[in-house]
């Protein structure tokens, strides 16, 4: 049973325009989601978390946007650059010193 | 600061061997530790979860085991490995920020 499920496998952005990248999560439990990049062959490293009492999260280029009634959240990277390149894991908990459930990840590719 | 590490990076092994991979954190005490593992198109698979010492909550049955002899000691082990091991596995460790801090992560050929 998939409790976070990012139902894009890919994604094509064109560099300088945003990228979005969606999460739907089941757990009515998760009070606490995070997102993390990873490159081929590294560990994933962390982008920005967000717990349930916010509806957004911003840190620089990356922001998170949570939506509890329609258990998604979705990451926005504005303005998208190659270096952006790499597959994007969701990520959630039930709270912050609970197990981490993970994404089946997507693949972004930013464009020239 | 704190530290992750995890080894070997790569290892190929024959089917029926063991199986033993090693992860230590270093600068945090009492973490909560976790075993990992990416497999084709099916994202990051959380195996092993354990929140102390001896603690050890297993999420999916199957041909492996994990142990945690000392605080930030994980221990990802395997009697007889089976073709469908392969992958690529990641030790992480995490506290009550909530946020889990990865190793390098150790890619597993079985043959």
């Known amino acids: 049973d998939q409790q976070v499920k990012q139902n894009s496998p890919s994604l094509s952005v064109q560099e300088g325009r945003i990228s979005i990248l969606n999460c739907d999560y089941t757990?009515?439990?998760?009070?606490?989601f995070l997102w993390y990049k990873k490159y081929p062959a590294e560990g994933p490293t962390f982008l920005i978390s967000i717990s349930s009492i916010k509806d957004k999260n911003e840190d620089g280029r990356f922001t998170v946007f949570l939506n509890k009634s329609a258990k998604h959240l979705s990451l926005h990277i504005v303005p998208s650059q190659p270096g952006d390149s790499a597959v994007y894991f969701c990520a959630a908990s039930a709270h912050r010193d609970d197990k981490i459930i993970f994404g089946k990840g997507t693949r972004l590719h930013i464009l020239p | 600061s704190q530290t992750i590490h995890q080894w070997p990076a790569t290892l190929v092994q024959p089917v029926g061997s063991p199986l033993s991979l090693e992860c230590t954190v270093e600068?945090?005490?009492?973490?909560?530790l976790y075993w990992y593992r990416q497999a084709a198109g099916r994202g990051l698979q959380l195996l092993f979860y354990?929140?102390?010492?001896?603690?050890i909550s297993s999420e999916v049955p199957q041909n492996l085991s994990a142990s945690r002899p000392q605080d930030r000691q994980f221990i990802l082990s395997s009697k007889k490995l089976l073709l469908s091991d392969s992958g690529f596995y990641l030790c992480a460790w995490s506290s009550q920020t909530g946020k889990a801090f990865f190793g390098q992560g150790t890619r597993l050929t079985v043959v």
């Open positions: 354990s929140v102390g010492i001896g603690q």
């Open positions: 600068g945090t005490s009492n973490p909560n």
């Open positions: 757990n009515s439990m998760f009070d606490y």
